[in-house]
C-alpha cells in the first residue's frame, strides 16, 4: 500500500517540472545591446569564440573573454524552424540535447529588429548569456521560419554549483548567481 502513495507523491513533485518558461516577461533592459543583429558565423574547428558565435558574441557583457558560442544546424536535420522567435528558442533547447550547457530558462527579450530577435539571461543587468534568434532560416525539411542563428555565454558554467542546464526531466533550475561570471 506504501507503493502507490510513493507513486503519487513522485507524479505530485513533478507536475510542477514542466511550467518553467524559456523566456519571462519582465522590465525592458536598462541599456540594450545596439550594436550589428546579424554578422557571419564562423563553422570551422579553429574559430575563436567571437567568430564562432556573430552578433550573439557582441551582445555579451563578460567580466572576461566569452567562453564560448556558435550557432544551430539546419541544415543536417538536427534542428528545425519554428513559426515565432520564442517557439525557435524552446524547440532549440529541446533538439540540442548535448548542446552547449547554458541556462534553458529565464531570458528575456533585449530586443527586436529586422526579423532578429536577441534574447539575453542577465546576471545584475549585465548580459552573460546571448541568444539571436532569426526570422527566414530553411532547414532540412525546406520549411522557413524562425531559428536560432548564433549564441554566446560569458564563462564556463561552474561545476561545484551545478549544471545551469535543466536535466533530462526537464527539472531543476539555475539562479543567475550560480555558474557564470
Known amino acids: 500500500m ?15 517540472c514542466g511550467t518553467s518558461t524559456v523566456v519571462v516577461h519582465g522590465d525592458p533592459v536598462s541599456s540594450p545591446y545596439d550594436g550589428p543583429m546579424s554578422l557571419p558565423v564562423d563553422y570551422r574547428d579553429k574559430a575563436t569564440v567571437m567568430e564562432r558565435s556573430g552578433a550573439a558574441g557582441r551582445a555579451l557583457e563578460c567580466d572576461g573573454d566569452p567562453y564560448d558560442g556558435g550557432g544551430a544546424d539546419y541544415d543536417s536535420g538536427l534542428a528545425s524552424v519554428q513559426g515565432s522567435a520564442t517557439g525557435a528558442l524552446e524547440n532549440w533547447f529541446e533538439e540540442e540535447i548535448f548542446g552547449p550547457q547554458i541556462p534553458a530558462e529565464g531570458y528575456r527579450v533585449e530586443r527586436e529588429d529586422d526579423g532578429r530577435v536577441l534574447f539575453s539571461w542577465d546576471v545584475r543587468d549585465r548580459t552573460k548569456v546571448a541568444v539571436i534568434a532569426a526570422n527566414g532560416l530553411q532547414d532540412y525539411n525546406d520549411d522557413t521560419g524562425w531559428g536560432i542563428e548564433a549564441w554566446a555565454q560569458c564563462a564556463r558554467p561552474s561545476s561545484q554549483r551545478g549544471s545551469p542546464r535543466r536535466s533530462a526531466s526537464g527539472c531543476g533550475r539555475t539562479s543567475p548567481e550560480h555558474g557564470f561570471r
Open 2 to 16: 506504501r507503493h502507490p502513495v510513493v507513486a503519487v507523491a513522485v507524479v505530485a513533485v513533478l507536475a510542477g
